[in-house]
């Protein structure tokens, strides 16, 4: 899949701003004023940038606000809900916090469930299509969740609970990779039964519909870089995991320190997360003999 | 509303038949043609006169070749538009209400009034069946010319889908899958009409009727065109031929 700049954007910032969202309603850490401010003004610009952002990915951004209609059927729709839901029930919260210097529980638990819920909606859109048989898998919501709430609690200054996330997230993403790396051929699709001619023999692509790529292969069937990925792998274990937890574990009071450990963890999501979109492979490049 | 129908009252669509089909593109062009002057936006093209021309369509051909053992390899057309699934994975993905699938006859649409662009039905599409255009940011997809086949406007032999209509082979035949005698269901029961990627489970309406089993040639692998065919001339020439054949021969 294309791995879109403005969906990657989207997806780590927003999840990474939800996740630390969680962290705050909950109380943890419980800061009043000017503290709380920033913490706030951080998580609500991580968060709504990334909703902005994911605006841009739009063909026909004048019906962007349709998208909230169809939470019956839709995954996107319902992210869309819990997003702007999880951000409105937070902001009695926060202005508890930063001009009352006071803690209204309430409203900081249903937006903690809230922020929680909207990283799984997110991560519901992926893991809902069966065309691509990576994202198709009960690992990726799990995945999202671990990113956000991760990432939330190393923004949100949770020192023990940050590494423990961290390291686990690590685990859950070496996994992701290992069994994402069968899941296409796991999943039986070929070209023979793509053309539904299973039984006729062997089948290869003679020619191409056309002598261009379209659309579909632009979006869908993305080859770019594969080539590296073993490397973006460890850079990216080393980024998102290694180093942070390692500046927890010897100077979690030094805050230049810490501040490196979250710039290299953010460094370390957008390349998982670039490699979560362009090592996806989709059924479609089957018919091109693309994957 | 992406909710789908518990059932349809017909299910149009078509059956395309992949021995017959010449891979001549014709239905390509003829649903380009009549899907980018008629119902909604057009099916724009980028770049067209330069070195890389993208463009939108919603018909394509794919050409394959089948390889069986110790048989020459054979070529196969393969045609592909939207095959109007019961269980249509890009309705129910749309977070907009714009792609729905009719409850009178299945047909699956996009409402480009409601459509914001995202991309997530063509996403859920296995088959590629739905482009977004670079031009008008909407959704684009095959509609079963639902403006041909209810169209009192236009003479009555004309009100099938325009690749059906134009196809010079006869390889596209569109009809109503719901009922079992239907030229459409015919056909596949006698030809063994397949579902493409059943795995999916989207429960696609359309079918493709597998080639018929070529003769076996030579039996043993090889094959020698020009060869049986002199032969058999040369063995049955008579009259002036044979007198001709032999009289080389003597010389
Ligand atoms: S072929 Fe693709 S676009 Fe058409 S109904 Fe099925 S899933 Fe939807
Ligand atoms: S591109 Fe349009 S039709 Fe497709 S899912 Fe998005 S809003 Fe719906
Ligand atoms: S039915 Fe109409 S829209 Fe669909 S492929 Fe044929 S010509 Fe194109």
């Known amino acids: 899949m294309y791995p879109a700049p403005s969906v990657i954007l989207f997806t780590s910032l927003s999840g990474i701003g939800f996740g630390l969202l969680a962290w705050l309603g909950t109380g943890h850490p419980a800061v009043t004023y000017l503290t709380a401010f920033t913490f706030f003004f951080l998580a609500y610009g991580l968060a709504v940038g990334g909703l902005l952002a994911s605006v841009f990915h739009l063909g026909n951004k004048i019906n962007a606000f349709k998208a909230f209609s169809q939470w019956r059927s839709s995954w996107l729709s319902r992210e869309g809900i819990m997003a702007v839901a999880s951000l409105l029930v937070m902001a009695p919260y926060a202005i508890g916090e930063i001009f009352f210097g006071q803690q209204w529980p309430l409203f900081g638990w249903l937006g903690a469930a809230g922020a929680v819920t909207t990283v799984f909606t997110t991560s519901m859109i992926y893991t809902q299509m069966q065309t691509v048989p990576r994202w198709n898998s009960p690992l990726t919501p799990v995945l999202f969740l671990l990113y956000a709430l991760g990432g939330g609690a190393l923004l949100a200054g949770q020192t023990g609970v940050a590494m423990l996330l961290l390291i686990a997230l690590g685990l859950v993403q070496a996994l992701n990779w290992y069994l994402g790396d069968g899941a296409f051929a796991a999943a039986g699709h070929t070209l023979e039964t793509a053309t539904g001619m299973a039984g006729l023999g062997r089948m290869r692509l003679l020619e191409p519909p056309h002598s261009s790529p379209n659309y579909l292969m632009k979006e869908m069937v993305f080859v770019v870089g594969r080539k590296h990925v073993r490397k973006l792998r460890m850079i990216s274990m080393v980024l998102l995991v290694l180093l942070p937890v390692l500046i927890l574990l010897l100077a979690p009071a030094a805050h230049v320190l810490v501040g490196i450990a979250v710039l290299s963890h953010l460094a370390g999501v957008f390349v998982a997360r670039w490699l979560f979109f362009a090592q996806a492979e989709h059924v479609v490049g089957l018919y091109y003999d693309m994957r | ?251």
């Open chain 2, 1 to 251: 509303m992406t909710n789908l129908p518990s059932a349809t009252e017909k299910k149009l669509g078509l059956a395309i038949d992949l021995d017959t089909c010449v891979g001549c593109h014709a239905c390509v062009i003829s649903c380009k043609e009549w899907n980018t002057s008629n119902y909604g936006a057009p099916l724009s093209d980028v770049d067209a006169y330069g070195a890389s021309p993208v463009g939108t369509f919603l018909n394509r051909v794919h050409t394959f070749e089948i390889k069986a053992d110790n048989r020459p390899a054979q070529t196969l057309h393969f045609p592909k538009s939207c095959l109007h699934c019961e269980d249509a994975p890009c309705v129910t993905v749309c977070p907009t209400g714009a792609s729905y699938k009719r409850t009178q006859d299945g047909i699956v649409l996009v409402n480009e009034d409601d459509c914001m662009g995202c991309g997530l039905c063509a996403w859920a599409c296995p088959y590629g069946a739905r482009e977004m255009d670079a031009e008008a940011g909407i959704m684009k997809k095959c509609t079963l010319c639902v403006d041909r086949i209810y169209n009192e406007n236009i003479p009555e032999e004309d009100r099938v889908p325009s690749c059906v209509r134009t196809c010079p082979a006869g390889a596209r035949h569109f009809g109503d899958f719901a009922d079992p005698d239907s030229n459409v269901s015919r056909l596949s029961a006698e030809r063994g009409g397949v579902e493409l990627m059943a795995a999916q489970k989207t429960r696609p309406v359309n079918r493709y009727l597998p080639p018929r089993p070529k003769a076996d040639v030579t039996g043993d692998g090889q094959i020698d065109i020009p060869n049986p065919f002199l032969e058999a001339k040369n063995q049955t020439a008579k009259g002036f031929l044979g007198w001709l054949d032999k009289a080389l021969e003597k010389i």
